[in-house]
């Protein structure tokens, strides 16, 4: 069993590399087995610490385990990340582990390719300026992924709740060679963007869709519980609405609220990933259009990225022989 460190891990992940990978992953189709469990502990100084299961079984190839936790208050508390994960790969012919594998950079690595992907089928090759939302330790490698997917864009905008925070990542990115500039004003922001992304743990939503540009593509990562919610029912209303995969409508705030007040309905949502890949679904049909995909992840896209990571690792030429 080998160990695969966060280094190995951003080194073999590039994303011009792994976008890629992802885009003919979706080509085929799930994983034979994938599912997710998710367990909580009501924590009275805030969110819920949170534990999170996905496992993937694709038959005579590989079996996945993700094993992460989300603990709101380890910074403050403990000065420890807030959220922590290992990735178990298993060989799927002999039931051997192969490889464990740094968790949070598959984690930082697979959410923004996964959202790259989207942008690369749904925004507009001619975006100018991209806003991002949250400054979290994600936040750095979507700016990264989504530049990859959009190269044409110049102007990258950062807000956060805590200004300072917005402060610290345009630092960060500097530190990749990429110029970004704090912002205050989220409203005015995102009137001007062309490229939303939003990172966030919100409850209550901040991204109005009055806002909205024509021709914008919002990106929402957030949301990952049906608590929680980044984008207005105006969003909504205003976008062709697509996500990574369906199942993310079953589990996300930004849908199960709007679908209980009946201010959309699951046919609203257009395509996943799988369709617009496969070209079974139409994306963008016009520059005015406002698109919005919802990121949920799920077992099955981390399958796709420790499979490409294991292929990497050694030398192999990625494959995934996925069942339709």
Not at 7 to 30: E, S, T
Not at 40 to 68: M, S, T
Request: proline share 6%; hydrophobic share 40%; glycine share 8%.
């Amino acid at each position: 069993m080998e160990m695969i460190d966060a280094q190995r891990v951003h080194a073999l992940l590039d994303f011009p590399g792994l976008i890629a990978a992802l885009r003919k992953a979706h080509l085929g189709g799930m994983p034979a087995q994938s599912d997710r469990l998710i367990y909580k502990e009501p924590n009275p100084a805030g969110q819920p610490d949170i534990f999170i299961i996905l496992p993937a079984w694709q038959p005579g190839e590989g079996i996945l385990a993700k094993l992460v936790t989300s603990f709101p208050n380890n910074r403050a508390r403990h000065g420890l990340p807030t959220v922590n994960s290992i990735y178990v790969f298993i060989n799927g012919q002999t039931g051997v582990t192969e490889a464990i594998a740094d968790g949070e950079a598959l984690i930082f690595r697979k959410t923004s390719a996964d959202s790259a992907l989207g942008s690369s089928l749904l925004s507009r090759p001619d975006a100018d300026t991209f806003l991002m939302i949250g400054a979290g330790g994600l936040a750095p490698y979507l700016v990264e992924a989504h530049l990859t997917a959009r190269p044409a864009l110049r102007r990258i905008l950062l807000w956060n709740r805590t200004h300072a925070n917005a402060t610290l990542l345009a630092r960060r990115l500097a530190e990749r060679a990429i110029e970004a500039t704090p912002v205050e004003d989220l409203d005015a922001a995102v009137a001007e963007a062309d490229i939303i992304c939003s990172a966030t743990m919100a409850t209550e939503p901040h991204l109005k869709g009055r806002l909205l540009k024509p021709g914008a593509h919002v990106d929402l990562v957030g949301s990952f519980t049906p608590e929680m919610r980044e984008s207005d029912d105006d969003v909504l209303l205003r976008a062709k609405i697509f996500v990574d995969h369906r199942q993310t409508t079953t589990r996300s705030g930004e849908f199960l609220g709007p679908f209980a007040r009946d201010v959309i309905r699951r046919e609203n949502v257009r395509a996943d990933l799988f369709e617009l890949c496969q070209g079974r679904v139409p994306g963008r049909t016009s520059a005015e259009d406002i698109t919005l995909m919802k990121n949920g992840g799920g077992s099955h896209i981390d399958y796709f990225v420790a499979k490409y990571l294991m292929d990497r690792h050694h030398d192999r030429e990625f494959s995934t022989t996925c069942a339709s």
